[in-house]
C-alpha cells in the first residue's frame, strides 16, 4: 500500500516541475528595402516574387522587411522590367534602391 502512495506523490512532484523556457534574440533588427521614384502602378519583385504596388514602398510609411542576404530586386510595369537590381541586406540597415527613367541607380 505504501509503494503505490510513494509512486503516485512521486510522480505528483515531479509533474508540478516545469521545464525551463527560453527565448533568444539577436538584438538587431531585420533590414528593410525602400523604393523612391517607382512609378504609379508598377511592382514590386523581391526574388521574384511580386510585392505589391513598389509606390508604397516608398519609406513614408511603409518600408519593406527581408531578410539577411543578397536580393534580386526589381520594379515592373506589367512585364516590362524597368529597373533591375542584386542588392546585400544587412541586418539593421536600410537599403534605398531610386528608380529614374527606368535606369539602374
Known amino acids: ?3 503505490p502512495l510513494t509512486t503516485l506523490m512521486m510522480i505528483a512532484l515531479v509533474s508540478g516541475c516545469s521545464m525551463p523556457q527560453t527565448t533568444v534574440r539577436s538584438g538587431s533588427s531585420q533590414p528593410g528595402l525602400i523604393v ?37 530586386v526589381e520594379v515592373r510595369s ?12 544587412s541586418n ?8 529614374v527613367g527606368g535606369a539602374s541607380q
Open 1 to 3: 500500500m505504501t509503494r
Open 36 to 72: 523612391k521614384g517607382a512609378p504609379i502602378g508598377s511592382t514590386l519583385f523581391v526574388d521574384g516574387l511580386a510585392i505589391g504596388p513598389a509606390s508604397e514602398f516608398d519609406g513614408n510609411p511603409k518600408v519593406l522587411t527581408v531578410l539577411e542576404g543578397v536580393h534580386k
Open 78 to 89: 506589367g512585364t516590362t522590367v524597368i529597373y533591375s537590381e542584386r542588392s546585400f541586406a
Open 92 to 99: 539593421g540597415e536600410t537599403h534605398t534602391v531610386t528608380v
